[in-house]
């Protein structure tokens, strides 16, 4: 029986239906290394189900250069340079224009808003992140945003009236956990790896988005999230939090970027594979039949120059993420990377094959190729896990971002699974998701506001019940 991909997609919601059903209302604004978005989502507290609103996607590189006496504090993966004003400016521009599109007001009709970012090729330190995460701030409070709708409620009475029958913020607090899984820091305080929080995100928001398939994503679980750069975790069994008990971190949809910018279709410097691809349909069966043979020539070969590793413990940065494997250690958390030579010192070899392969055999196998390859990141990816011993029996595997849910990888993924013998009816336990860094942002503002939907919960493991009492008897202690 041929093994069929769990792709969560979202439900249209009206917007009568926002303005007067008790709707959640987040938006997740995002400035990413190739992308800058804001993801407006709509929570039903009486059902539990989270719609998309609307999204709206700029590119990144498109933000205004620095001006005479701003400091450039990061550059993103391509080089292009940031301040902290330029970001503000992006960041009002693009949520701005979500809201408007909605017909939503920004003060009376939006609850939250959680800002992240993709962008650490360019910082020292997971430290600097820090400043970056201001700079988004800066952005919501220009745009209008209130400053109460970006932090933790310290009270019920703090949260919208229509909303405070469902929070159960007089029960429990937010600790920190997020659907159910406790992030990994140091005894020191530091985060291990630069975009910990994007892995968060990208974990919760498969968790929430597994809800509209068959696929039972509460713990244990792997999320991986291919986005411009990598991220995402590897979760326990434990109750009533999961331990984060290994962390992704280095390339992801920087190598068909690289690949692509290879054919000059796109700019040498700052091109990227989504301009191509979403224009673009994945080849037909028979071409794929026809060119088999050059597609697994070509894919072996960029495979090996994708290293795809436990990350050494003297590296400080790991496919140009800022990384602590010393902090990692310390706690038990494995640092699975994926680099391109040492920080991206190949990435010019992939780019001298993506030519190679659009002169000899067009457009539709360099996508083909680009399938292959990100298919076999996915699948060493989880090979390393497995090989680590963080793979339980009832692990299941979610999938998210640009380079991991387009064109022929999720059939690809689910295939190289299946011969890892990994579990029986492999296609069961893994799911695709759309947005799920955004989604991630809105079941964060809602751990956020204690806004728990018991009859569908998030934490706890695979078939079991809410956690809320056995969260209530932790915290009394």
Known sequence: MALKPRIAESPQVRLIDLKSKPFFIVASVEVGNT????????????????????????????????????????????????????????????????????????????????????????FDSPEEVGEFIKALADGCLMAGVPPKNMTPPMSIS???????KYSKLE????????????????????????????????????????????VDFRNPCISIDFGTTLDGRITSPDLPYAKTIGNFCGYAGAIPDAIIRGSKIVDARVGTALEV????????????????????????????????EKVPADRKRYGSVPVRPDAAD??????????????????????????EICKSHGLPIVYAVIDEVMARVVCRLIEIAKNGGLIFEDTTIGITGRAGITGNKPKLI????EKMNLAPKIDGKVVFVDDGLARGAAVMARCMNSLGIPQQPLGGRHGGKCILAQRMKMQEK
């Open 35 to 122: 992308t800058t978005k804001c993801i407006l989502t709509a929570t039903n507290m009486d059902t539990g189900r989270t719609h998309i609103i609307n999204k709206v996607v700029r590119m990144t590189r498109d933000v205004r250069p620095p001006k005479s006496g701003e400091v450039i504090f990061g550059k993103t993966l391509t080089g292009v340079e940031l301040t902290r004003e330029s970001v503000a400016e992006l960041v009002k521009g693009t949520l701005n224009e979500s809201l408007e599109k909605a017909n939503l007001d920004i003060k009376t009709d939006l609850n939250f808003v959680v800002r992240s970012t993709g962008v650490v090729a360019g």
């Open 158 to 164: 703090n949260i919208s009236k229509k909303l405070q």
């Open 171 to 214: 029960k429990v607090i937010f600790d920190g956990a997020v659907a159910g899984v406790m992030p990994p820091i140091g005894s020191t305080g530091v985060e291990i790896v630069a975009n910990e929080m994007e892995g968060e995100l990208a974990t919760a928001g498969i968790k929430e988005a597994a809800k509209l398939t068959d």
């Open 277 to 308: 691809f979403e224009k673009q349909k994945p080849p037909s069966f028979l071409t794929l039949k026809m060119k088999a043979k050059a597609i697994e020539e070509y894919a072996k070969r960029i495979d090996e120059l994708i290293i795809i």
């Open 330 to 355: 310390e706690i038990g958390v494995t640092l699975i990377g994926c680099d391109v030579g040492e920080n991206g010192t190949n990435m010019g070899k992939l780019s001298a094959i993506g030519l």
């Open 414 to 417: 689910l295939s190289c699974l």
